[in-house]
């Protein structure tokens, strides 16, 4: 039951938990995979700079991150960041390991700002779209009822057309207006 003090140290420096502790008391709470924070923020970069990009580090357009030079994909949101979120965002909040991006916590809310930013017009599309789908069906069926009402009303009229025989449904129309005028 003793411990062995070189053992232990070599233990927890070959998981890297002193790694990990080592970076935390650095100040970069936030540690993400170069894959994962590409699938979170690379989305803050405009779409046509976005294309470039992606070209760039050796991927291909509309493959998502396939392909892609990740470690070097990542560095490039990093330094394109301070032009897209603003000069609060500064070299000092964030470092790139061999496998993980490490964020301060002053980055990582000015980049969660921006990826918030980025996701509201897209957002806005999608509940534009919906709600005139949704208006147009309900109004699709009420201009069907009154279609109905209307092909229901020529055909009391006794008219077989009304295309044809439009100034026949005006002139009964005139002669029942002029009826119920003269009735009260």
Known sequence: GEFDAV???DQLR????LEAVRIRQSGYPLRMPFDKFLERFLMIVPRARRKQ???DCG???GKGLEGLDLEKAAKEVLNLAPGIVGPAFADTDWAVGKTKVFLRDSGTKELEQ?????LTPPAMDIQ???RGFRTRRIMGEEVKGLYRQINELVAQAG????KQNKSVVLERFKR???VEGHVD
Do not use: D, E, I, Q
């Open 59 to 61: 991927g291909t357009v």
């Open 53 to 55: 990009l992606v070209t």
């Open 14 to 17: 070959l998981s890297g938990v």
């Open 159 to 162: 008219v077989t057309s009304v």
């Open 128 to 130: 534009r779209v919906f």
């Open 7 to 9: 053992m232990v140290m």
């Open 114 to 118: 921006a990826r918030r930013l980025a």
């Open 176 to 178: 029942a207006t002029a």
